[in-house]
């Protein structure tokens, strides 16, 4: 249940974040004076947006049983 969770948390902050995207493109920037400003910087944020896609799939992953991680046995013998 822990792994739901912490997919749909990570799919809000996705989503989010591509409003935030949506946002800046959109000229979210203002200017006082000579002095140009600007609220949020577009590389950070689709960085985030680039690494939350990545947590979103592994999550997926693991919340129907494909993670990366699979445990097999191992047999010594004796040549």
């Known amino acids: 249940m822990a792994i739901l ?3 749909n948390h990570a799919k809000d902050r ?6 935030a995207e949506i ?12 002095k ?4 949020a910087d577009l590389a950070e944020i689709r960085e985030a947006i680039a690494g939350l896609e990545n947590l979103v799939d592994e ?13 097999f046995g191992v047999i010594p013998r004796d040549m």
Do not use: C, F, H, P
């Not at 996705?14 to 409003?19: K, M, T």
């Not at 493109?25 to 004076?33: C, D, F, K, R, T």
């Open 5 to 7: 969770d912490r997919l």
């Open 14 to 19: 996705l989503n989010a974040y591509y409003e």
């Open 23 to 34: 946002k800046v493109l959109a000229g979210q920037s203002y200017q006082i004076g000579s």
């Open 36 to 39: 140009r400003m600007t609220r």
């Open 59 to 71: 999550l997926e992953a693991l919340a129907i049983g494909k993670g990366r991680r699979k445990v």
